[in-house]
């Protein structure tokens, strides 16, 4: 009984990793050897919409100022017709609502919401901002977040197209030089967004909204009813709700904006689980109208299920390993009808494992930073890591649902000091002005590109 119950265990894991093994090796082929959709930004005289910047804030006295800085930076006309910031204080105790308030008071296209009640999160904290938005097209970043100077141009381009819901960045990490665990999620980042975000795009498959470094158009917001407070994943909720309706989302891949990966693996680890029960809880909710959507095709619902089902691979790769156990210690290996499965499932482990870190070798190549392919033998640590983080969440979340209860939001640990020297208070040395520059620039894209330099980050 338990070596039936492990063979068909072992079959489901290898018809599902096979599925997930062509994809990725797909996305890789097309991303290397066809060209990308037309980029909207190389469009002559697009209209500019009105844009409001979202960025909620919850105790981030230490990297505030660099994000405020950059925006100060922006090419993006600062006048009220074009931009405003609005920062949401989101129950901070550690000093970030004064740098907010010095903003404001500095640069007339600031706005700041102190949020003192009501629920917390990320999502209650936009929905507070887009009530006060008056923008065409609501941007949002994370606090820890820097944009580049041409950023915001980038993201509006795509709206010039009316089917177009929301657009999506590229996130590029300052921090690589910090650990070996930065280095790797640099590659990881790479992977993601060069190949399997640009291949997704340029496929007519479902691009992925990222919950920062993106922008949603405020009537696609409305109309598929705003921000779901509930939801861990924001991000991953609105993509499913804009592609079941029939919005479309595009990829910027040039659009690059700076972020600040954990460096530590107990902060990969809660980013880890916020991220793994989030998405599963949105393919809970929204599997059953993606696939009964009438405006998707039959391959934009086939990989939006691949894409919802994604952290499912790593509690069905665990229970892989067990099953192969199993068999191989119940004598089955050894057996000639079972020879051409054992030979098949030892292909899809070896090619399986391979498609994700050919995905991330073909970014390496495209990005044209070759020596960081080195590193690429040691991903197998995170991949590790990454499998056993996400099945010891997904079981807390199924036994969460089991039982009715809720689990919580962990927020990411930052690292970054507060103004640069060490000692992290959260003073800055430079301050926006009220045209759009800065003063005596010592935080904002510049410091950030400085320290990454310093500590031998070659990708800002």
Known sequence: MIVAAALVIAVVVLLVLAAYTARHFYFALHRLFSKPRMDYSDLAGFHLPSVSVLIPMHNEAAVAEDVLEALAEADYPHDPDHLEVILIDDH????????LDEYAGRCPWIK???????????????????REAQGEVLVVFDADYVPGKSLLKFLAAPFADPEIGAVMGRVVPHNVGTSLLSRLLDLERAGGYQIGQQARYSLGLIAQYGGTAGGVRRSALDAVGGWDQRSLTEDTDLTLRLAIRGWKIAYVNRAECYEEVPETWESRKLQIERWAVGHTDCLHRHLGALLRSPYLTRREKWDGAFLLSVYLTAPLIALGWVATAILFFQGSSYLPVWTPFFLASTCCNALGNFA???EIGSSVLLDGAGRRVRLLPLNIANFVFSTATVTAALGRYYAA???GRTLGWNK??????????GNGNGNGNGHANGNGGSYANGRGLNHIKARAAAQGSGGV
């Open 92 to 99: 901070s105790t550690d000093g970030t609502g004064a740098i």
């Open 112 to 130: 700041v919401i102190h949020r003192l009640g009501g629920r917390r999160g990320k999502a209650a904290a936009l929905e507070a901002g887009t």
């Open 356 to 358: 994700s870190f050919f």
């Open 401 to 403: 649902r089991a039982t």
């Open 412 to 421: 990411t640990q930052r690292h970054r000091n507060g103004n640069g020297n």
